[in-house]
């Protein structure tokens, strides 16, 4: 039985095409050799830790055979158009990601996304995104479902790309006594990082609970209202790790219970 496409979940015979988990510009923006590996990393929610050695790739035969040909050489392609031009001078911290315009943060935050479910559907975790977040994305109108959060910031790197997916949930309480809540398997944090970009696409299911960005660290993208924030209790530490700078900034993101 052939598998439907991801995002439009049309099916058939030969539909499905091979598209790069990481879009053929920016492996070559990014100049990776053919011989480039990629790191992959799953971290602990209870300790913040990496619970393995991160796996790691071909950034070239990153490539997922789940998106259909329509899809691929149609929106998808638009997209990457679109952003690269915008996306470019981030990567390089030629331009600030506090300038984005609305309009551009609107398309950063969703090539965020994209690239986020692309990778969770190949993670070692074994946890997608649901396919409902992937479905809404489809399309030249396609948008974040309401309660996704894509943030970003810019810092020094040493690898030039990886990923992180991270159940680490700082939770802020706005009433006394408001007990931590369990993190929902719903819930989910992508880290995405190309040189000094990095990006984090986040979805809490409660409604009644709110992304909480951690002060000068987290930018807000899409949507660009003003988010709650929170001043750390610690100061963002890294270590020596090659995916440390990652690490802080998908594990410091928080969520208030209102
Ligand atoms: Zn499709």
Known sequence: MPKPCLFCGADGEGILSKEHVIPQWLI???GLPADDL???GVASSATNQLLETPRVHSSFNFIHGRVCC????GWMCNLEGIAKPILVPLIDRQRPIE???QAESSIVGKWAAKTAYMHSWISPLRRPVQLDHLRVLCGDAGRLLPGVGTFGVQLDYKQPSAYLLSGCWPQCCQV???RFTRTPNDAYKIGLQFRNLYLLTAFWPDPASLLTVAEGLHHPIFPPQDSLEYRPFDDFTVDEGPIAQLQMFTN???VSHL
């Open 176 to 178: 006394e006594r408001q």
């Open 99 to 101: 300038s984005l315009s």
């Open 70 to 73: 329509e899809c691929n050489t």
């Open 28 to 30: 070559e923006h990014l």
């Open 252 to 254: 410091w993101l928080a």
């Open 38 to 40: 990629m790191i992959q």
